[in-house]
């Protein structure tokens, strides 16, 4: 074959793009301003119906505070742990297999984080490296007060499980008492709406994704599918460039409704919360007298800009077209992977759709330092592959807090024979051949020397020693 140039993730940006990020450089509002808005309605349209074409201009109060636009999915969900009322002396559960801004965002608010192992070898259905729901369970105490979960690559967690897990113990949860500043009189109120330990999605990765489930933050709804943002009480997106869908750097929060409270009410506090706790956007300051603000809380900035938005707006026109086209490119990796009996994640079952975002492998017999030696030989050939992720109790943060990665053994063990193939929008056809091809050569070689040393080693074996 000849050689090819395999990008790892580029992001997907056509002339839709650059057209409304130049019409909004022209109209004046490059940071918040009237496209962020847009998106947040159009965003909260998608999750509800799973339609781009939904026209909210039409029904403005119906879509109007249901998503709040943020610079980062870690600012959405340190936004969704703050607006939950979480700090010193909480305790947050998070999968000991994720990226680090699900827990770094725990730490930013003060509270203290309990890891949990994954299930061997990934959920049984999915192969997801979900965590182990028996080890949830016992993690949970009194000052427990949310469980961040992760559906990494796409794939939707079993939320029905971990809703009856939060229900068996929802004796347990005490909630907050006001401080008596607006955002502590507010979260007290939530944590005694909700009533027991919040589910806190991480969907950094599945944006679009949906399953069948019978339990969401609302309560028992009968099985019905319903799409991420929908599903937990509090659930946090990733825009960043990687992700299936991009506004460059970027994030979303998003919640389901709580008894007694509105949501304009929550969203009014995301927007404090995000904007130094002012009480006016430049976008109500520029109506006639709305000059004057106060400033509620020493809070925090991390609004959307609207040069964001104008990416996101083009970008969610486009979606549906772009997670087809990943999920023909997935079935010549699957077909591919089962030929050469590597293990590969499941992103369509009977009850769950993923956004299809990440396509990780394993080869069962190899070791982490051969693992390494595949990814090197298929970066010599052009293709650049990843790993996703190395388990946080490896890394110096949070060995340094105390955490053990021997204390997780599943998780290591589904991480040290992983690899992640390139997979985005970007890629023709013959890239994805490439790719295939590439894959099943070096899969090839790797075997041949492994049964060749195993041979050699057992042929010279002193049997009388």
């Not at 489930?213 to 990687?242: L, M």
């Not at 591919?336 to 993923?354: I, K, N, P, R, Y």
């Amino acid at each position: 074959m000849k050689k090819r140039e395999i990008s790892f993730s580029p992001p997907d940006i056509s002339e839709l793009e650059m057209d409304e990020v130049m019409k909004a450089l022209r109209s004046g509002w490059i940071t918040t301003g009237p496209r962020t808005k847009l998106l947040e309605r159009r965003l909260a349209a998608f999750i509800e119906t799973g339609k781009v074409d939904v026209k909210t201009e039409a029904e403005t109060d119906r879509w109007n505070n249901r998503v709040v636009c943020l610079n980062s999915a870690t600012a959405a969900e340190e936004m969704n742990l703050r607006i939950f009322g979480i700090g010193p002396g909480d305790e947050v559960i998070v999968p000991a297999y994720t990226y680090t801004a699900s827990v770094s965002a725990v730490i930013h608010c003060g509270a203290s984080v309990k890891f949990v192992d994954i299930q061997k070898d990934g959920d049984a259905a999915t192969h997801m490296p979900e965590m182990d729901y028996g080890m949830l369970e016992k993690a949970i105490t009194e000052k427990t007060k949310a469980i961040v979960t992760v559906d990494l690559g796409g794939i939707v967690c079993d939320y029905d499980k971990i809703f009856e897990i939060v229900e068996r113990k929802r004796e347990r949860f005490r909630a907050g008492k006001s401080d008596g500043t607006a955002l502590g009189e507010l979260t007290s109120r939530i944590q005694r709406a909700v009533g027991r330990v919040a589910v806190m999605a991480d969907c950094a990765h599945s944006l679009g994704a949906n399953r069948v489930v019978s339990h969401t933050g609302e309560g028992t709804v009968g099985r019905k599918r319903r799409y991420c943002g929908a599903i937990a009480d509090f659930t946090s997106f990733s825009f960043h460039a990687v992700k299936n869908f991009t506004t460059a750097e970027g994030g979303a929060s998003t919640w389901l409704p709580l008894k007694g409270i509105s949501d304009a009410e929550i969203y009014h506090m995301y927007q404090l919360l995000s904007l130094h706790g002012q009480s006016r956007d430049a976008l109500a300051k520029t109506r006639a007298g709305g000059w004057e603000y106060d400033v509620i809380g020493p809070w925090y900035k991390c609004n959307m800009t609207d040069i964001m938005a104008a990416i996101g707006l083009r970008q969610l026109d486009r979606y549906p077209a772009l997670i087809d086209r990943r999920a023909a490119m997935m079935e010549k990796y699957d077909a591919v992977c089962d030929e050469l009996g590597l293990q590969h994640m499941a992103h369509v079952t009977e009850d769950m759709d993923s956004s299809k975002h990440l396509y990780l492998i394993r080869v069962p017999e190899m070791d982490a330092e051969q693992r390494n030696e595949i990814i090197e030989k298929m970066a010599e050939a052009g293709v650049a592959v990843n790993v996703h992720y190395k388990p946080l109790p490896m890394m110096t943060a949070y060995k340094a807090l105390g955490w053990d990665i021997r204390d997780f053994p599943n998780a290591y063990d589904y991480y040290h024979n992983l690899i992640t193939l390139p997979f985005h929008t970007l890629l023709s056809d013959e890239d994805v051949e490439y790719v295939c091809g590439i894959l099943k050569a070096v899969i090839k070689v790797f075997r041949m020397k492994t049964v060749k040393g195993k041979r050699d080693y057992e042929n010279n074996l002193d049997w009388k020693s």
